[in-house]
């Protein structure tokens, strides 16, 4: 395997860390991947063991079509997930799948999340859909999943998760963190009153102003 394989794997296990330690998942649930452009391939986390117990043997490589390239272990059960997802949107190098308690709630109630904060609506890209129930691990599910998360950066499964991708491990945990949040704001927004909804028009300014400017891409934002 390349170079970059490796220092994927490397990520990956320091990303599955930060990831459990952020109350995003318990036990061994949820799984992480990394697509490696110059090998054609996705580094993708072992089946059914604990994030911290996770070094970088034990990472499994595989290419597009979930054939195993390069390690001993069983990989994560969702791999058709992660894999439609690259498939379906080609800017994705990562996708974090989580189970963090109030996401989850409006994945059992099958309520999407409605862009109610600026930050959701710049990294996100509009509200957060819920995709239809399939059996965990399925074809189905995959599907669902990859057709959710074409034009935004996050899906809730329903009654299961949360998926979040970005183009580093970085921004798909932070997606993550991010859909977690705004579950909590709707829920507490909609037992003190009515939530009220950014507007389209101002979800796609936000949206653009954050693939243009925040961080170091170009410009100043405070």
Known sequence: MSLVAEKAREKLVKMGVKVAEAGLVIGTWGNLS???????????????????????????????????????????SELALHLAVYRARPDVLCVIHTHSPYASALAVARKPIPPILEDMAGMIGGPVPVAEYAAPG?????????????????????????????????????????????????????????????????????????????????????
């Open 138 to 222: 399925s074809r189905h599910l995959a599907e669902f999943v990859a057709q959710a998360v074409e034009k935004v950066n996050a899906v809730l499964l329903a009654n299961h998760g949360v998926v979040g991708v970005g183009q580093t491990p970085e921004e798909a945990f932070q997606v993550c963190q991010l859909v977690e949040r705004s579950a909590q704001v709707y829920i507490l927004a909609a037992a003190a009153g009515k939530p009220v909804v950014l507007s389209h028009e101002e979800v796609v300014r936000l949206r653009k102003s954050y693939l243009t400017y925040y961080g170091q891409k170009g410009g100043v934002r405070e």
């Open 34 to 76: 990394y697509r490696v452009v110059k090998d054609n391939s996705v580094v993708i986390t072992p089946s059914g063991m604990d994030y911290h117990h996770i070094s970088t043997r034990d990472m499994v490589i595989v290419d597009m079509d979930g054939q195993v390239l390069d390690g001993e272990r069983k990989p994560s």
